[in-house]
């Protein structure tokens, strides 16, 4: 999909859909990488693809999907819209804890938008719970340090 290979992606997702399907396991990204690449493909109407967006839209949705979905509709509310959504999401606990390359996508989308950057919360490691063991590492380091010392 990255390489605009729609005919290739509609196969590839069509048997990862097909396999996740006889799993009876959801797959809301796959369903909405697959509408896309139908739709590029004239296989899927706009209207089509339009009820798909609809139906997979909400909750933690495939957002950066969805955007790349009305954006070849050419809905721009709606594509900024789950264009901000992917961003925000791919930002994670802020910089370095994001997901890299779907913070990276969703900031090509939005640029392709036409959209400003939201200006998001850096990490906060104050703000971060220590994991309950993390006093009993931080010890035992502490000490194989104080031995090997000179």
Known sequence: MDHRKWQAAAESLSEALRMARERTLPDATTEAALALSKHHLGLLT????????????????????????WHALGDAERATEA???????????????????????????LEELGVPLPDLEPYDEEADEPFPWEHDVRTVIDRLRAENSP
Do not use: F
Request: proline share 4%; aromatic share 8%.
């Open 83 to 109: 264009a901000l959504a992917a961003y925000k999401d791919a930002w994670a606990d802020g910089e370095p804890y994001v997901l890299r390359y779907e913070l990276n996508k969703a900031t090509e989308l």
């Open 46 to 69: 706009s209207e089509d693809a339009r009820q798909e967006a609809l139906r997979l839209s909400g909750g933690d949705g495939p957002h950066r999907l969805l955007a790349m979905i």
